[in-house]
């Protein structure tokens, strides 16, 4: 089954690629890395949700929108690549959480986007990880998602 496939499965659309917002490109391709620049949980071209972790959303709300950024940034590597079988591997995600003072389940909020990538490119889907709490994001995102992967 192709990753095209199994987000069909999951029940979920691939997204168009989100246009950068700034002055940057989507992706960059260098031999047989593609790195994605950071993706927001856009849909439809607006902001899924705004706000912080420990303060507006809880940890499930912010695994949901977890998961949307790395469908987006899924996105972005199909049209890099044209198709998703090209990928052999997502090498490393990061994921930015943008945080009460005092809230510390970045890694519990990561945890949408690395399921997610497991679930649609199986093992070559597991990934190293850094999770990383941030005082604010672009446009007031709760989450935001990069991704590095080996591709053929």
Known sequence: MTPEQKIEELGLTLPPPVAPVASYVATVRTGDLVYTSGQVPMVEGKL?????????????EGQAQARVCALNAVAAL????????????????VVFVASAPDFT?????????????????????KHARSAVGVAALPLDAPVEVELIAEVA
Not at 48 to 60: A, F, I, P, S, Y
């Open 78 to 93: 199909k049209a890099e690549l044209g198709e998703l079988s090209r990928v052999r591997r997502i090498v490393k995600a």
């Open 105 to 125: 389940a970045q890694p519990q909020v990561a945890n949408g986007a690395s399921d997610l990538l497991a679930e649609v490119f199986g093992e070559q889907g």
């Open 48 to 60: 899924h949700q705004t706000g912080k972790l420990g303060v507006d959303l809880g940890v499930e």
